[in-house]
């Protein structure tokens, strides 16, 4: 790995130039043509993207930010990481794609891996996958195959969007449109422990309960201390699965390879599941479900689930070369420490729009006194830093594992010196 471990990487010039992308043309051009292109689910994008090497990216226009966002809680090594690049493109010159009637030593190396990670006792296994969407969607099925359908989550929640995965979110506004959705959910307020003793007393007998640790998409919010542990003890003594979503905390984004591996978060609790994708293959479309101990293993049964591309050994490169970096180069350390400075510093800061930073690790949410996050992020932007208003009053940071004090620091010089009249509706 020596050899490109050190400096600058450059992709190779392609064997045939004119099968190259092409990359010029102004944002405003290529804005233009997305809106005649790409289907417009997302809205207008808020810069075209040509490049980018370590914790920053640069525009079509050249104009340079820092990548405060890192694609959501995706980039974990940063942009163009040598390490990974070599990584995936070794493989994809070795054996890019084969069937899941065939296994690659990457695949299988990449399993194990996760296991180790997870802690995960003898007897359990990984299902691999292209996204969180998917690793849920099969979590989802899982919990059918208990022979019960009662399927508790919590209000906030965000799971993906795929129709089993939409079941499990709670946002009315993602849901309504495509209902009726799988059924058999119901939703408990968040944190709640009173109301989830109550769901387990009453009703139908429980399949599962499925919650994030610390939900991302609604603010970075961390299940109070001791709800993951109550949740352990109801779960096994109703014989219901406890399955954890970790596609946004896992991976080490919270300064441990899992959330629920914070011991004030999880009270070292042991789940029967877990999920993860987004940071798993450090921008590369990677997602796992991990089931814990034999009988949860083995739920799904032969031929009871199935996927084309996942575990493929290019993602499977990817998702070994992350974890490889992460280890190597004492990701895990910096990532609690920068996170711990980094809200250290925004909560000194006396700002009147700034009320608080919460979170764990490099995953972390700023608590404003206005519903201004969506004017803030566009000033960031403008001020060459990328960040994501979450909700009105909440701006979410996931960036880079990679990130350096000292660029984390020109952040929160820029919030020292925002100016306080926004604007609510500015
Ligand atoms: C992003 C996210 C998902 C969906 O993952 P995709 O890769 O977008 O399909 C699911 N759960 C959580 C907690 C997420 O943050």
Redesign the pocket.
Known sequence: MSEISTGRHRSPAPADAGLAPATDGSGAQWTERYTHAVMDTFGAPQRVLVRGEGPYVWDADGNRYLDLLGG??VNALGHAHPTLTAAISAQLGTLGHVSNFFASPTQIAFAERLLALAGAPDGSRVFLTN??????EAAFKLTRRTGRTRVLALEG??????MG?LALTHKAAYREPFEPLPGGVEFLPFGDTEALEAAFADGEPVAALVV?PI???AGVLPLPPGYLVRARELTREHGALLIL?????GMGRTGTWFAHQLPHIGGGIVPDAV?V??GLGGGF?V?ALIAYGEPVATLLARGQHGTTFGGNPVASAAGLATIGVIERDGLLEHVTALGRRLRDRINGLDHPLVATARGEGLLIGIELTAPVAPQIAARALEAGFVVNPCRPTTIRLAPPFVLTDDQAGTFVDFLAGLSADLGEGA
Do not use: C, L, W, Y
């Not at 996204?131 to 849920?136: I, Q």
């Open positions: 959501i809680a996204s969180g969407t998917e690793a849920n929640a965000f799971h993906g969007r795929s995965a994030e939900q991302g998409e979503d970790e596609v946004q905390t999920t994708a987004k479309p997602g």
